[in-house]
């Protein structure tokens, strides 16, 4: 198992924009099998290859991994897209690499997602409530954006996180 450290805000990997990767890229499997590894040991939900200092497009989702939340199970996919969304409102969410705070942002309710899976074919997904918050969210990280950037106004939508308080991407 590797499960590698994730890197915390301000660490420079983390506002860079990441760069496509092929599915046959000789180490992309590496870098996938990291990162699950480092998120089944985490309270995530959620994981960016920039999160454990890789710049490149890939992301993992499992939002069944919290209690009433199905979503389609563990999704690894690279470089996703957002092709479409809708229903937008303000959210309240937290990440691994920011883990002292949440904030409220506002994201899609819903959004329709494009990437590549591991194995090389085109991934079109429909999703919706936190499992379409986690892909937003997880997308933000390959373009060096993070909750923080979209928080409107700092000191009254950002929170100190207290112990225990729910899953994080």
């Known amino acids: 198992m590797a499960v590698c450290p994730i890197l915390l805000y301000p660490d420079p990997i983390l506002k860079s924009t990441s760069k496509p990767i092929r599915h046959d890229d000789p180490g992309a ?5 990291a ?45 996703p897209r957002i092709v479409d969304g809708g229903n937008r409102r303000i959210i309240r969410e937290g990440c691994l690499s920011v883990p002292d705070y ?41 373009a060096g954006v993070l909750f923080l950037d979209r928080i409107e106004t700092l000191s009254t939508d950002l929170f100190r996180r207290m112990k225990g308080n729910g899953p994080q991407s």
């Open 29 to 33: 499997t590496t870098i996938i099998q």
């Open 35 to 79: 990162m699950l590894d480092t998120l089944q040991a985490s309270p995530g939900v959620a994981l960016a290859a920039p999160q454990i200092g890789h710049p490149v497009q890939i992301i993992a989702i499992d939002v069944s991994r919290t209690q009433g939340e199905r979503g389609h199970g563990l999704v690894v996919l690279l470089n």
């Open 102 to 142: 949440t904030g409220n942002v506002l994201r899609y309710g819903h959004v329709v997602v494009e990437g590549i899976a591991p194995e090389g074919q085109t991934v079109t997904l429909i999703t919706s409530g936190l499992e379409a918050l986690a892909f937003q969210h997880e997308i933000d990280h390959l």
